[in-house]
């Protein structure tokens, strides 16, 4: 399973996010989309974090745990 997380520079949201995934066990690469704009024409997001999975956007903002546990568990 590849995990991304889409992320801004001093994004609290995404730190948040990054702790659940931690704490789920789950490997996760962060993208920084100021340096990579180009996944912003692949996942269109308007607020951070966006959560990718396997190529997917699954989610935008910050999930919730027992939604976001659901999803990895796939």
């Given at each position: 399973m590849k995990?991304?997380?889409l992320t801004v520079p001093g994004c609290s949201n995404c730190s948040i996010l990054e702790k659940m995934l931690e704490k789920l066990g789950v490997n996760?690469?962060?993208i920084d989309?100021?340096?990579k704009p180009e996944c912003l024409k692949k996942y269109p997001i308007f607020?951070?974090?966006g959560l990718v999975i396997n190529e997917k956007l699954?989610?935008?903002g910050i999930p919730?745990?027992?939604e976001l546990k659901?999803?990895?568990s796939k």
């Amino acid at each position: 399973m590849k995990v991304q997380i889409l992320t801004v520079p001093g994004c609290s949201n995404c730190s948040i996010l990054e702790k659940m995934l931690e704490k789920l066990g789950v490997n996760y690469d962060l993208i920084d989309v100021t340096e990579k704009p180009e996944c912003l024409k692949k996942y269109p997001i308007f607020t951070a974090p966006g959560l990718v999975i396997n190529e997917k956007l699954e989610f935008t903002g910050i999930p919730k745990y027992n939604e976001l546990k659901k999803k990895l568990s796939k």
